[in-house]
Every structure is written in C-alpha cells, then in structure tokens.
C-alpha cells in the first residue's frame, strides 16, 4: 500500500467537498478497492470513506418500490428482503461471504460496474433509479459498459431505488474460482412486463436480454424461451468459460430463473 | 473400550491448542531487535536478456540498508538438484546454475534479480520499485512440445531444453514394443496431469541473522525439512560450515512439498545479514507465493495399456513430457523419474512396463514433488487407462482390475517396474470399498439423481505408493545424492519426564501427539510426560525431514530404535538396584521387576538413578539415560488403497458435483486412527480439488493468468463431500519396527483418476461417448467434451 490519508465525513455535502481534492478516491465498504491497494495498484492522495454517513444507509418501502441507501451493505440487504423479494434476497445473500457481506455496499458495486458484480443485473431487471448527489438516473442509461457508469468525477451513488417486482428470481452460475458470477441472470416479472437482467457474461457489462423479455413478457414459462438463443459476439472469453459458453449458460439460467421465480 | 492413550489410541492432538487459539509461533510471528526488511525485485517478463540493473535510485532513498544483485551472488555456488539422473543414452542430465539471484538472464516471471534491505518493508517496497532493469524481452518458452524443438532456449549454455530423455526399465524397452505390437487389444489415452499451485496456508518467510563475535548465522525460515535447507546453504551456495548454521523451522503453516527445497531468498537474508551487522526478514506476500513456490505435477502423457483375449494386462507403455520450470528445484529430477516410473505397474502382476519420460525447461516456475510427488501421476495415467480399457472391451472396471491384481499369497512381489512389494491385499481392499460405498444402494441413487435431471456416474480406483522414503542403499544406485534415513534422541530426564528430538519436521502432520503415543506404550508412561523437539538443527540429531509420507515410518523407526536402547540401559540400572541379573528384568507398565518376583522399581526411580549415580556401578553404565538412534530403512513401503466416487453432473451446464468419496485405505497398523482419517481428508480435499477445480495456467507470453485466487480455483468445504474413510484392512509393513506405511499423501494419489472416472461414467451414462475429459474437470471442460460427443 502507498500512503494516503483517510476522511470520514458525516454528510454527503461532506463527502462532495472534501472529494474534490486532488486525486482523491471515495471509500465504500472497500471490498474492491482495499485490495487494489495493497497490490499497490493505486495511489490515491486521500480515501474518503462514506461508511460514517448515515444519510445513505438503511432500507425504506415505497409504493411498489424498495429504496436502499448506497452505504447499505449487502448483509443488511439480504436481512431486509427475506420473504418479500426474492431475486434481490438471493442475490445479496449470496455476494462473497460473510465478511464481504458485513461490509462491501450497494452503492459501491453499482459504481464500480465490475462486469462480474450481482447489482447490477438486479437493477437493470427492476428498473432501478440510481439517486446520487446530485440527480436520478435510470439503470439503463447509468450502466455504460465495463467498469463505466454515468457518474461523473466526484459524484455519489447515495441511493437505488428498485422496482419491486411481482415475481423474482437471480440465478448465479458462479466463476470457479473466484465465485463471482460466470454468468448472473436476474428475472424479474413486472406487472408491465418481464425483465432480465445478464452480468457476468458480455465485453460491453451488465445487459438486458430483450429478446427473452419479449416472450417472457407474453409467456411466462421456460418454455417460452426455448427457441431462443443468444449471440455469442461480444461475450467475453476466459479461462473458464468460452463466449460460446456463456451465450449458452444465460439462456439456461433464464430459464431456471423463470422456473424459480416466486 | 478404546484406548486413550499409547499406540491404536486417537489421542487428541496436543499441538491444536495453540494452533486454535493463535498462540502458534510462524516464522514471520518472530520478532528481532534491530530487524529490517528484505523486498526482492523480479522480472515481469518470463525470459529476458538483463542489460543492465541501475540500482543508484533505490540506493538513496529513505531507511535503504543496502541492494543486492545478481552481480553479488556470482562468486557463489548455484541451488543443486538432489538427484543425478541419466539419459537413455547414458548422458547426465543437464543441471544449469540456479543462482541466488537472476544473472545474466531472467527464466521466468517472479525471478528475483534484485533484493533491497531497508528498516521497514514498505521502505523497501518503494525502494525495489524505483530500481531501473533493463531487460530485452525474449520470446517465452512455455509450450513443452514447442521447447523440445529447441528453437529458443530457457539456458543458452547447455543448448537444449531438454534436462534429460529417462527410459523405465531401459531394458525392457524392446520386450513392451513386442508386447504392445502384438496384443489382442490395446488401449490408449493422452492425458495432462494438470499443473497446481501448492498453495500453503503460511506463505513462505526466512530471518537471517548473523554474529560477528561468532561468526555464527541463524536461519529462521518455513521449511519441512531444516538439515536439509543447513546442508544444501553449507556444502553448495554458501559455504557456511554447517557447525556455524543453524536452520530453525518453527511452526509452518502447511507445505505440501513445496517448503522441503532450499530457495534463494533463504540464501540472500544469510548474506544481507552479515553484510548489514542486522537481522534480516523477508515475507513473501500471496503473489509471491504463486509465481515462485514450486509448482506441481505438470506432466503431457501418452500411456498405452495391451491385454490379451482374456483382459490379462501384458504390458504398460507411457510416454510423458514433464514440465521442470526454468531451474531445476532440489526434487524435480526424482518427481517424475523414481517417484513416478518405478510405481507404473500400479497393483497387477503386468509383466512389462516401459516409461519414458523427457523433462522439460520452460519459462515457468520451478516444478517439484508436491503431495504425491511422481506417484499421483502414476496412478492417474495407470487407473484412467484401465478404465478406458475396461470400457472398450465390455468389462466391469472392477473386476477387470480384480483379475489383474496380486494376490496375497504373491508377497514379497517383483513389479515389473522393478519394486519389490512387501505386503498388501487388494482385494481386500476392493471388498471393504464396496461394502463402505453402498454399492448395493448405487441404482437407487441414480434413480434419484435422473429425477432431479442429473446424470449420476460412478468411479472407482485401485492405487498403490511407494513411502517411507527411503532406503540409502537403493536410492544411492538410482541417482540419489543424499542418504534418506533419519534420526532421533531419546532423552530421558533426572524427573522422568522426556524430550524426543526428531529429524521429521510438524507442520500439521501432528507428530507432537503421535510420537509420544509410541513412546509411551514401549516405556509404560504417560505420553504427557513426553515432549516432542524438532525443527531446530542445532537440538536435533539430524533428520532429512518431512515428505514422502515418511515421518512415522523413518524416523518413527528411529524413536523406536532409540527407545529400545533407552529400555536396554534402563534395564540395566533397574538390575543393579534390584540386585538381580539384567536378563531377568521385565519391563511392564512402567516397572521394571524381577520376574517371578515381586521386586519392582519404577521408570522414574530409574531415571533419577541414571543422574544422580550414588552407588551406581560406573565401571559397567555410564550415568546418564540418553540414546540416539539413525534409522535407514529396508524398502519403501507401500500403502494401497481402494477408492469410490459418485458424482451427479448437471447436463445443462457441465457442472459436477462430488456427492459421495469412499477411501478404503492400507496403510499398515495405525498409530492414530483419528489423525489418520485427518491426513486422509486432507488429502482427499487436495486430490478433488485437482481434479475439480485447480488449474495453473501461463498464456503463451509466459504470464501466469491465475497468479491469484480470482482465477486460480481453490476447493472449498462446499465443493466437498462428506467422506466415507475406512483403514480396516492394514497388512503390516513387513520391515519396520512399528509395521506402518504412511498415510498423507494417500487421498491426493487415490482420488483424482475416481472423480474423473466417476465423471466419464456419468456422462456414458447420459448417452455421451465422452471417454476422458481432462482435469480440472470443471463445468466449462465438460460442457466443451458434451458438445463434441
């Protein structure tokens, strides 16, 4: 690790402020970043830590919608959603283990966009809303490939608001080694249609597969999809699993997806 | 009602209450006064030509001690390999200079060229990174086959990149060719037995220090095997007699194999801390850990398996490229030759076998014995070819290798790979295995298994080893450079309690608790009264460490030869103060009496009289109650075992899932059945994970792509089964004292060719004509021989 300095603001006025110093880097639950850094594998002047604002903790009901703070980690979010949505509790339950559960956000995933995250496949399939300090923005438009998002320098995912669906399910057919997803499948039934949303498996991140929404929208069986099959272009291709491969796991796990859906 | 205590007892082992409350001492737990810290800088580019190293920069900056260079090391001696093998053509095998740090070229990624001392570690980390190299960047060796073309070569001087072309039997070559030209049937298979990372728990850590009042050094550091490390530094790199060094393994957390060799950053901290007056500390970090602890396995093998009409084996015949890396580490000429070639007959009375086996320099790290070491490559080939066999002739796979087996009345056996077999019974083993696996259950489980939509599969394996590694003698004639007895002290003290000094060396192995239990049923005492001292040469004998499967069988032999001469003198005393005949004393429970009488003295009134000799006879015994005893043994020995697994794969997606693992397992007598069953599982976890999930790859620039658990898979607790473990059938080693074989390598041999079999088994099953899919067989590997099935 290089040496850095460290705040810990209380607000997100704060955070905005003392972000716009040179080179520095926001702090979440450092599941990514605390192991970057030890590799040495950046140097940021100062680390602003948002783990002390309380604004952007905690988990709220709205009208059809479940809004959570972006500093809510994923164990908090795992416990919130037992019983009442299924896909996010899957997914939550099961990022990492429990240490990584007890600390890494759901602010800091979405802004990561790591290709492999869980999130954001679950809010591209529930049409999330990704509040940050300074406007709302749509999942589809603030995922914009790997590693990308809409965000701005210094600005904040505070919170994401996600459309609670009438059925849900997340299927992660997870990487071997490093237990991230190979390919993640969030099926999410609306009452305006159905959702999916695919990590893990494309060069350009997390995406929605319209063409299985289309059919799961007028059907909402496995069989409904069955004469479907994705592209292997733009996939990627790795160690442990070809394109050809992961165009083939998303349309299993989809189906799998349709079948758990409760 | 089972025993507690002594010898058959599952004692609890002594050692866990420190090793579970954190109260273990691991060699970077060690603090010194006035400690800095070593950072070594290695190559990013797996061969290049060094230009020149700028090392000016690194010098001035804030709390640098001193940096080090290849340029440092050059009047030096190089790492040496332990084993001396010979071509086919009688050439000796090339050996190019390992040197404590990379001169001249660079041969893999992580090959340290500069080495900075600073006050703190992070001091010298930004230190090594403002050292300028330039390297040309030379094309990477990485491909065995392409290597062998010798188009670019990993060591320029000897002008190949083959270390040496080895022929098992030699003479047998022509008979095999004949065999194999003329059988009824023949069956083949290439295979890879994939290389791994070994991947122990502690990363390696070396603390040197030095005293010039003395001009004694001490070495600290994470090693299996601490004479060995002594001698290796003293006769060959460094010329440090070996009265003024000491070599201290202190607890270590896990080794595999990989802490038995002596590496170059033990040799650098040794001069660092002479040159600096200081003691000297270098931790290596994970990513250290991957790119330079010696690598495993990594063999390409073609074997062929010729039958009669009757399914009668008649010959073996394997040709295998193994992969040595860019050096050659102090095992990696015996891993593939003796500890691999001469097991190729497995448990069958073939008559031929013939191995061939050309090692390989390539721009990777180095490659040595890791749990198994040669004989996990053997068994692989031999019990995935049988298997293959069996198939394609319409035989059970069980009876085809029950046919072939030796027979108990066969003892001592010949193997037509030229070991003499001193005890075992296979089918025996086969019986029990059944039996533990729930054969008669099987057809209702794969009723199961269809109905959730998976195809369940079952495999099976017959392995045997060669442990107790071994006997001077014979291994001197094969090559061997150093002599593979060991050694221990018995040291009775004045109050009766003991110390036992061993050459094995405990990381993990649970000699503390063992060893005791020995001593304790020969003496009659309370194995708490006994202490268990190893790790440190300046306590011990001498010892060749802990490998091989060796501990109890060697130097276990050695505490029993000790002890015994301990009883002999104690014998004696007792007789002088009972005032009878040194022949008429019986030693039982601890007592030793004069028989048919109720003269009785007690273990510990003896003791106290050996050290405070008032009326003692010293013309006859000295004073004192101490022994030693140098074991070499006979023969290896030769545990044998029966393996099952059943695994459910899902035809979706080519996941597999180990549902049951059954190992029937011969070691010999069991000392403790509760540690045995734990080497075991142990074993059992690191053959699954080979054949499930592990996987080293380096891409053809010579990057290691899974330089880090993101890509390199590791088993965890829910990729395993529950194992069903069984050490009923033990046929005693006929030639060591205690009867026993050795039983921590035994899961890593047996149980990757049972998944793999297990795996072409259910997708046969599933209507795929799939007959092998290589390890790892992971979901995308058997998703990809689905689709060409």
């Not at chain 2, 122990?200 to 040197?208: D, L, V």
């Not at chain 2, 190893?534 to 050695?558: E, N």
């Not at chain 2, 005693?732 to 026993?740: A, E, F, I, K, Q």
Request: glycine share 10%; proline share 5%.
């Amino acid at each position: 690790m290089y040496n850095f300095d460290i705040t810990r603001p209380t607000t997100v006025d704060e955070a905005v402020a003392a972000l716009s110093a040179d080179e520095a880097q926001p702090l979440s639950g450092g599941q990514t970043l605390i192991p970057t850094l030890k590799q040495r594998l950046a140097m940021p002047s100062v680390l602003v830590s948002l783990t002390a604002i309380d604004e952007m903790k905690g988990i709220t009901e709205g009208p059809g919608t479940l809004k959570v703070g972006g500093g809510t980690t994923h164990g908090d979010v795992a416990q919130a959603t037992k019983g009442s949505f299924a896909g996010l509790h899957t997914l939550a339950s099961k990022i990492g283990d429990p240490a990584v559960r007890a600390r890494g956000t759901i602010g800091g995933s979405v802004a990561n966009n790591d290709p492999a995250a869980c999130y954001p496949s679950a809010c591209m399939a529930c049409a999330a809303t990704i509040h940050t300090n300074t406007r709302d923005i749509a999942a589809d438009d603030f995922f914009q490939g790997m590693f990308t998002t809409a965000l701005d320098e210094g600005e904040i995912v505070t919170a994401v608001t996600l459309k609670v669906p009438e059925k849900s399910s997340y299927q992660k057919f997870e990487q071997p080694a490093s237990r991230f997803p190979l390919v993640g499948v969030f099926v999410a039934k609306h009452a305006d249609g159905v959702r999916v949303g695919v990590t893990g498996a494309s060069n350009n991140g997390v995406f929605r597969w319209a063409e299985a929404e289309e059919a799961l929208s007028s059907n909402f069986s496995p069989d409904a999809i069955e004469g479907l099959s994705v592209s292997a272009e733009d996939l990627m291709g790795d160690l442990h699993g070809s394109p050809e491969y992961r165009a083939h796991l998303i349309k299993v796990m989809t189906k799998r997806g349709v079948a758990d859906a409760s | 009602m089972p025993k507690d205590t002594g010898i058959g007892a599952s004692t609890k082992r002594r050692e866990d209450l420190r090793y579970l409350t954190g109260k273990g001492r691991y060699t970077d737990d060690i603090r010194a006064y006035g400690e800095c810290a070593a950072v070594f800088a290695r190559s990013t580019v797996a061969n290049g030509k060094i230009i020149g190293i700028d090392t000016s920069e690194a010098e001035k900056m804030p709390g640098v001690l001193a940096v080090f260079t290849g340029e440092d090391f050059v009047d030096v001696g190089g790492n040496p390999a332990g084993w001396l093998i010979n071509s086919r053509n009688g050439e000796p095998m090339k050996e190019p200079k390992r040197p404590v740090l990379a001169h001249g070229k660079v041969r893999h990624v992580g090959d340290a060229y500069a080495a900075v001392i600073a006050e703190t570690e992070e001091q010298a980390r930004d230190a090594a990174e403002a050292i300028i190299a330039d390297i040309e960047d030379l094309p990477a060796i990485v491909d065995m086959r392409e290597a062998l073309k010798d188009e670019a070569l990993v060591h320029d001087e000897i002008g190949t990149n083959q270390c040496f072309d080895w022929g098992w039997i030699e003479d047998n070559r022509a008979a095999t060719d004949e065999a194999i030209k003329n059988a009824h049937h023949v069956t083949t298979l290439e295979l890879v037995n994939n290389r791994l990372v070994p991947n122990a728990m502690e990363p390696r850590c070396s603390i040197g220090s030095y005293n010039p009042a003395t001009d004694d050094y001490v070495l600290q550091t994470t090693s299996q095997n601490p004479h060995l490390t002594r001698l290796l530094i003293s006769a060959f790199v460094m010329g440090i007699p070996e009265n003024k060094l000491t070599v201290i393994a202190p607890d270590v957390g896990g080794g595999f194999g990989s802490k038995i060799y002596h590496y170059g950053e033990e040799a650098l901290v040794l001069a660092a801390a002479k040159k600096l007056g200081r003691t000297v500390k270098w931790t290596a970090d994970r990513s250290e850990a991957f790119l330079t602890d010696a690598h495993g396995r990594d063999h390409v093998t073609k074997i062929e398996l010729a039958m009669d009409k009757d399914g009668n084996f008649l010959a073996f015949r394997t040709e295998t490229m193994a992969n040595v890396g860019a050096y050659l580490s102090n095992f990696s000429t015996a891993t593939p030759t003796f500890l691999h070639g001469t097991l190729m007959a497995g448990n069958y009375t073939v008559p031929l076998v013939y191995v061939n086996v050309k090692t390989v320099f390539t721009n990777t790290a180095p490659v040595d014995a890791y749990r198994g070491a040669g004989r996990p490559e053997a068994t692989y080939s031999l019990e995935r070819v049988i298997d293959k066999a069996a198939r394609e002739i319409g035989r059970d796979p069980i009876e085809l290798r029950r046919q072939n087996f030796i027979k108990p009345d066969q003892y001592p056996y010949a193997s037509a790979a030229g070991l003499e077999y001193d005890a075992g019974n296979y089918d025996a083993l086969m019986d029990k295995m059944e039996e533990v696996a729930d054969f008669a259950g099987f057809d209702a489980r794969v009723k199961e298994s269809d109905a959730k939509g998976l195809w369940r599969g079952r495999g099976v394996n017959a392995y045997i080893e060669a442990c107790g590694i071994a006997p001077s003698n014979l291994v001197g004639q094969l090559g061997s450079r150093v002599g593979l007895y060991d050694a221990a002290t018995v040291r009775v003290n004045a109050t009766g309690n003991l110390s036992v000094m061993v050459g094995a060396h405990s990381h993990g192995q649970g000699h503390e608790t063992v060893f005791p239990q020995v001593v304790g049923e020969m003496l009659g005492i309370d194995p708490a009264s006994i202490d268990i001292v190893h790790g440190d040469t300046s306590k011990i004998p001498f010892g060749m460490g802990t490998y091989g499967s060796r501990s109890l069988a060697v130097c276990g032999s050695a505490v029993v030869r000790a002890t015994e001469k301990i009883i002999a003198k104690a014998k004696k005393i007792a007789a002088h103060m009972l005032e009878a005949s040194e022949g008429d004393i019986e030693l039982k429970d601890g007592n030793f009496t004069v028989a048919g009488t109720d003269k009785s003295v007690g273990f510990g009134e003896v003791a106290l009289k050996a050290y405070i000799p008032h009326n003692f006879p010293i013309e006859d015994i000295e004073p004192g109650l101490e022994e030693t005893a140098f074991y070499d043994p006979a023969n290896f020995t030769y545990p044998s075992g029966a393996y099952c697994c059943e695994v459910e794969v899902d035809p979706e997606t080519g996941k597999v899932r180990v549902d049951r693992m059954t190992a029937v397992d011969d070691f010999g007598n069991v000392i403790n059945p509760m540690i045995v069953t734990g080497q075991v599982h142990g074993g059992l976890a690191q053959g699954i994970g080979q054949a499930l999930l592990e996987n080293t790859h380096y891409n053809a620039d010579g990057q290691l792509e899974t330089a880090s658990y993101m890509d390199y898979a590791m088993p965890l607790a829910e990729d395993l089964p529950m194992y069903h473990v069984d050490h009923s059938q033990g046929t005693p080693c006929t030639h060591n004292p205690l009867g026993v074989k050795g039983c921590g390598e035994a899961g890593a041999i047996g149980s990757p060719p049972t998944v793999v079999n297990a795996v072409v088994d259910a997708l046969q099953r599933g209507g795929k004509n799939v007959t092998h899919v290589d390890m790892p067989v992971s979901p995308h590997n058997v998703w990809k021989a689905m689709q060409s099935a």
